[in-house]
């Protein structure tokens, strides 16, 4: 980033409900996010999540599919293909425990909310995720981990499928935080996208540029990672070209300041 970059964003629409407050910032909980990608007829997609106004976090905001690292997620036992935790764990500065945790977070979290299963049976990547359809429902109600449904099925986790992208850290004044790492992927041959999730009132596939014109004519919400991603993925020609982009990964904490009715996000030059 050449400049320093500003959003705007309404106080209460999950973000700056506490800008310049005191008191002892939350630490953040670990968290991940996949941004879906494919080629569409006029260029590269993004699959987007328009998320019920009454979550906690980020409510009424268009975002990708993600959420926070369950306990579970850290399992050794996990069935597992491509790059392994201590690749992840360079490319994201973390504990080689924490990388697989995340690692095993993108690839259930993006099942549990867009049932794309970044995962094969034997040397096969899924193309049909419908015998899976009763899995999903209880990965996302916690009565299946991770590592119970892949082995039950004879499912690998593929790592290679997905690739390293950016790491955001909600600013301090937030009473919620999390400490996300963005992974990206292409769609699975076969595979598609849906809208089955509690957290999202609508879903679907989205050219980035369109998706931040919706944004600065008031359709929709973005939150400063999203809005980001969105344009740095606009300047790639095609899904396979974007996800083989090798990037260097450094933590991104904006600045929030209360200005009236909204809350100035202050991203620093790099």
């Known amino acids: ?27 953040p909980k670990d968290a991940a996010t996949v941004i879906l990608l494919r080629d569409g007829a006029q260029g590269v997609e993004v699959f987007l999540q328009h998320r019920v106004k ?49 690692v095993c977070a993108a690839v259930r979290e993006t099942f549990e909310e867009s049932g794309v299963l970044l995962a094969s049976l034997g040397d096969d990547i899924v193309t049909d995720t419908t015998p899976y359809h009763d899995a999903r429902a209880k990965l996302v109600s916690r009565e299946l981990s991770l590592a119970a449904f892949l082995e039950a099925n004879g499912l690998t986790l593929r790592a290679d499928l997905l690739r390293p992208w950016a790491n955001w850290v909600t600013p301090p004044q937030e009473p919620r935080r999390y400490d996300t790492c963005f ?29 931040i014109a919706d944004a600065k004519e008031g359709r929709r919400m973005l939150m400063p990672p999203t809005w980001i991603t969105l344009a740095e993925l606009g300047e790639f020609d095609s899904a396979a070209t974007a996800r083989a982009v090798e990037r260097e990964i450094k933590k991104i904490m904006p600045t929030l300041v209360r200005d009236g009715d909204k809350v100035r996000v202050v991203l620093d030059p790099a």
């Not at 906690?56 to 997620?73: E, H, K, N």
């Not at 769609?187 to 369109?210: N, Y």
């Open 183 to 211: 992974f990206v992927a292409v769609l699975p041959e076969g595979q598609e996208a849906d809208s089955a999730t509690s957290e999202a009132v609508s879903s679907g596939w989205q050219r980035p540029e369109e998706a």
């Open 54 to 102: 009454g979550m906690p976090f980020a409510g009424g905001m268009t975002v990708f599919p993600g959420g926070g690292v369950d306990s579970r997620d850290v399992d050794t036992s996990v069935s597992w293909a491509g790059p392994e935790p201590a690749w992840w764990a360079e490319r994201f500065g973390c504990e080689e425990s924490l990388a697989r945790a995340l």
């Open 1 to 27: 980033m050449a400049e320093e970059l500003t959003f705007d964003i309404p106080v209460g629409a999950g973000v700056g409900t506490r800008a310049n407050a005191g008191g002892e910032p939350v630490t």
